[in-house]
């Protein structure tokens, strides 16, 4: 680290100013996607690094996931693939719904949530999109209107919606922020989907509600408490569950796609300086 002009990271990678330090002739930052939330932005400020995120790719990968996860649960695929596979066919018992006609909820409408809402609106749900008070700008608003997507508050997205899909970034004001309080109040029937950060959902509150609630009628989740080798999620037991290994942004397209926009970006950032200070690739 300590001879790298750039550095490129995930956006779950903690980059402290201890991080930063290591680097003395470091000049630039390239986040390989959208969240900061682990990133010491005042450090990068006060020395004057040169900072660029790359969300797109990702945004596009993490959208389509939820959007799978949205289809394979109103279909009941999990199910019917397991019954089939013990050779029970089960299509006169069978039972799975629509998502034209729904209702969609986005918690955090942003680069990701609004590619959410999109899909849904061009689906026919009926889209409802909420961001942070200090993200809002009616600028922002115009452009989420222009995707199908109507802003309106925490609440009414959590009543109305038949699924709700998670799109904010972890912090104080989001940590356990769909809690058994807020599950107890979600419309009965609905689904929940989690492509956030594990500590959105409580998990706990979330199992109970599924085992013994009236509310959701299933889950998915790409994102958990306890990653890794060897772990084992309480929800894994529940046939009403998609659980899947943090895969949201891991396309083929996707990261090919990041590739050629970090040559860009040191090519972005080459051009501002003087010649002899570029840096070799």
């Not at 289809?71 to 299509?91: E, F, M, T, V």
């Not at 899909?165 to 807020?182: A, G, R």
């Not at 599924?210 to 790409?222: N, S």
């Amino acid at each position: 680290m300590h001879d790298r002009e750039i550095l490129l990271f995930r956006s779950g990678v903690k980059i402290s100013e201890r991080v930063m330090e290591a680097g003395p002739i470091l000049k630039f930052l390239i986040c390989a996607g959208s969240g900061l939330e682990n990133f010491d932005v005042s450090y990068k400020t006060k020395r004057g690094l040169l900072l660029k995120c790359i969300p797109e790719p990702d945004a596009k990968a993490v959208a389509e996931l939820s959007f799978a996860f949205m289809l394979a649960l109103s279909r009941n695929l999990p199910y019917a693939d397991n019954k089939w596979r013990q050779g029970h066919w089960i299509k006169g018992e069978f039972k799975s719904y629509l998502l034209r006609g729904k209702v969609l909820g986005v918690l955090g409408a942003g680069n990701i949530g609004s590619l959410v809402g999109q899909m849904g609106s061009f689906w026919g749900m009926t889209v409802f999109g909420a961001v942070a008070q200090e993200e809002y700008t009616p600028e922002k608003e115009a452009d989420l209107i222009s995707k199908g997507i109507r802003l309106t508050t925490f609440e009414e997205i959590i009543r109305n919606a038949d699924y709700l899909s998670i799109h904010v970034p972890l912090n104080d004001s989001t940590m356990n922020l769909i809690n058994k309080k807020v599950m107890q109040i979600m419309k009965p029937g609905s689904y929940l989907i989690n492509l956030a950060s594990a500590g959105v959902v409580n998990e706990k509150d979330l199992f109970e509600e599924l085992t013994k609630g009236t509310r959701l009628k299933g889950a998915a989740l790409d994102v958990h408490e306890n990653e890794g080798e060897g772990k084992i999620s309480p929800l894994a037991s529940l046939p009403n569950v998609i659980l899947t290994p943090h895969i949201g942004a891991q396309t083929v397209d996707s990261q090919k796609e990041i590739g050629e926009r970090v040559l860009e970006a040191v090519d972005f950032f080459n051009a501002q300086l003087d010649p002899q200070e570029k840096v070799a690739m």
